[in-house]
């Protein structure tokens, strides 16, 4: 079979599974977060925690319980990495340096999930288990807690209140996220992935030398890690390793994990917002998005001029045999479309033009759907703006759901999507100026700027991918990454917050002859439009330095 048939048969079965799934998960979620009612185990985590999930909060409130939260996670997380050398189950592992556990720390708590170590030589069953598995489940869950918050604030009129925090990210933990991973690792054990907590072994000799692994709960973490979308690997090889992705089964399997929960928010939007029609004006904007990067991947990929590409069947470098063409280009955009960093192949053995796709991805704002919970803010920023260009259009106030778009909206959109730009140029630029860092690199030229744009561009975004030609585990690299991984996940939670508490203390403004229908196509092609024109604009210059200029000239 060839590359794009099996491409194209992967990418339909996708769709089909995802719109089986989109409905019942979206109208789940929907519940699990209007619900008046607590579990009896939500109550018990609330009382030892000291929250009263029944208090509602307004923006500043929420904000600040986001932020203390996720403080917290990021002290333990670098406290538990540092202590690792005296903690039982370290597999006789050292402790963390300070800079590396910084970045680790910053990137999981974040939802980045970047790794510029080797998890299996760098990391105990403790730290792995105890650490990076939990935050995979609560970054991601304060994910969708920030996105529901805005979501509310579209419904609410006239109270600024966008819900409980605690409550929110309980529930989003306990009634999302656990079950569908455990069914998750069911499903990947049945695969063939390793799940167990053995210490390390000798299993066979290559090239004249012992090769040694060690085991973990690796099917259990696999399964958060793309649910989440939140992209850790268990191993350095991450999803190219056989014991987290043993077949091609397994692959479209955690490729589904990866696109199920941000496609299903779209739903839950609908159902919150009471109009559905609007959640599937957000979906149909997605699945453009999703399909043609998919599609032009997919081409890139299998259609590369040269003898040796034709003989191979495609840009076979870097690919696992056991997924092709096919199965790594479908893997490659769905975690650069979200903020999973998950990878199966090595992103910096694509083309040129191939590398680029997974740059754009990122850069468009990781909304196509995007991570979990941050795709459907980051989209629905995006709506704000296209209703405002729309509304200059027609000479008319902006309106979105019943709700105006004014000055102090616009300015608190515009903040938002200039955060992560400022952050991914600027770390570059003095990336680039300073003698230091570009000895990092294994390439020069068009290919070694892609290298670093691509560091900043997954750690502001907070993907967590690389391409691979990079020495990130560097004082330089760890601080600054994690700090990019920092502000470019909750600076722009501030203004979504913030956004979200203007909207909730606006009375609804009925809808009149001259209001913009936004759950028309017309509108998810204004809404597509409009991204890929901020984009573009952010971002083309820096495009042509690197990926487009290398991919032209191949």
Known sequence: MSPVLS???????????????????????????????????????????GADPGAQMRRAAYLRSVLAFSAVGVLLLY????????????????????????????????????????????????????G???????????????????????????????????????????????????????????????QNFSGIHEVGRFTGGPQQWNGGAVASQEAIK??????????????????????????????????????????????????VRQGYAILATTLVFWIGFSALMMWTESAHHGPAFEIAGGATEGKETRFGVGGSSLFAVATTLTSTGAVNSFHSSFTGLGGGITLLGMQLGEIAPGGVGSGLYGMLIMAVIAVFVAGLMVGRTPEYLGKKIGTR?????????????????????????????????????????????????????????????????????NTTIGLAMLLGRFLPMVFVLALAGSLAEQRPVPATSGTLATHTPLFSGLLAAVVVVIAGLTYFPALALGPLAEGLAS
């Open 226 to 275: 793309e649910l989440g979308t939140n992209g850790g690997g268990y191993f350095n090889a991450n999803s190219a390793h056989p014991f987290e992705n043993p077949n091609g089964l397994s692959n479209l399997f955690e490729i589904f994990l990866i696109l199920v929960i941000p496609f299903a928010l779209t739903r839950t939007f609908g159902r919150m917002t009471g109009s």
């Open 7 to 49: 491409g194209i048969l992967q990418l339909l079965a996708l769709v089909v599974a995802l719109g089986l799934a989109h409905r019942p998960l979206g109208d789940h979620m929907a519940r699990v977060y209007t619900s008046p009612r607590h579990l009896r185990a939500e109550r018990w985590i609330y009382r030892a925690i």
């Open 79 to 130: 406290l538990l990495q540092r202590l690792q050398g005296v903690l039982p189950g370290s597999l006789g592992f050292s402790s963390i340096s300070p800079d590396q556990a910084f970045n680790t720390a910053a990137s999981f708590v974040a939802n980045t999930n970047w790794q510029s170590y080797a998890g299996e030589q760098t990391m105990g069953h403790v730290v792995q288990t105890g």
């Open 132 to 194: 990076l598995a939990v935050q995979n489940f609560v970054s991601a869950a304060v994910g969708m807690a920030v996105a529901v918050a805005l979501v509310r604030g579209f419904a609410a009129h006239r109270t600024g209140e966008l819900g409980n925090f605690w409550a929110d990210l309980v529930r989003g933990t306990v009634r999302i996220l656990l079950p569908l991973s455990v069914v998750g690792a069911l499903v990947l054990v049945a695969c063939g992935a390793v």
């Open 409 to 477: 909206e616009i300015k608190l959109a515009a903040c938002y999507l200039l955060v992560t730009p400022a952050l991914v140029l600027g770390f570059t630029a003095v990336a680039i100026a300073l003698p230091t860092p570009p000895a990092s690199m294994t390439n020069t030229g068009a290919h070694g700027f892609s290298e670093i744009l691509y560091a900043y561009t997954s750690g502001a975004n907070n993907n967590g991918s690389a391409f691979a030609g990079l020495n990130a585990d560097t004082p330089w690299f």
